[in-house]
Nanobody, 128 residues
Framework: QVQVVESGGGSGQVGGSLRLSCTFS????????MGWFRQAPGKEREGVAR????????YYTDSTKGRFTISQDNANNALYLQMNSLQPEDTAIYYC?????????????????????WGQGTQVTVSS
């Protein structure tokens, strides 16, 4: 099993910044495409950013491109999300997840069930 724990959520102001962290433990050889997802009240979960563990290739959705930056620390099995220029629509529960090893993010759809290890989520609330 892989344990996933997110931290760093909280309240932010419009135009401000927050940084989320995620740590993986357990069978860390099962880490692959790692990503951040979010779910706002009354909406479906959506992708935010993801990174291929081996190549460090990064992908963003249109809603976060240019504002959010994903990064990884493979030595410590950690994943980060730097969120800048926050907007009220960024309010959501943010989840960290990983897909299986051997698959790049390019080969896995954002909504794929192959993201098989998830954290409990951390709340981000953006207010004006």
């Amino acid at each position: 099993q892989v344990q996933v724990v997110e931290s760093g959520g909280g309240s932010g102001q419009v135009g401000g910044s927050l940084r989320l962290s995620c740590t993986f433990s357990g069978y860390t050889d099962r880490l692959g495409c790692m990503g951040w997802f979010r779910q706002a009240p009354g909406k479906e979960r959506e992708g935010v950013a993801r990174v291929s563990r081996g190549t460090n290739t990064k992908y963003y959705t249109d809603s976060t491109k240019g504002r959010f930056t994903i990064s990884q620390d493979n030595a410590n099995n950690a994943l980060y999300l730097q969120m800048n220029s926050l907007q009220p629509e960024d309010t959501a529960i943010y989840y960290c997840a990983t897909g299986p090893p051997g698959y790049s993010c390019y080969s896995i759809p954002w909504s794929s069930p192959q993201y098989n290890y998830w954290g409990q989520g951390t709340q981000v609330t953006v207010s004006s």
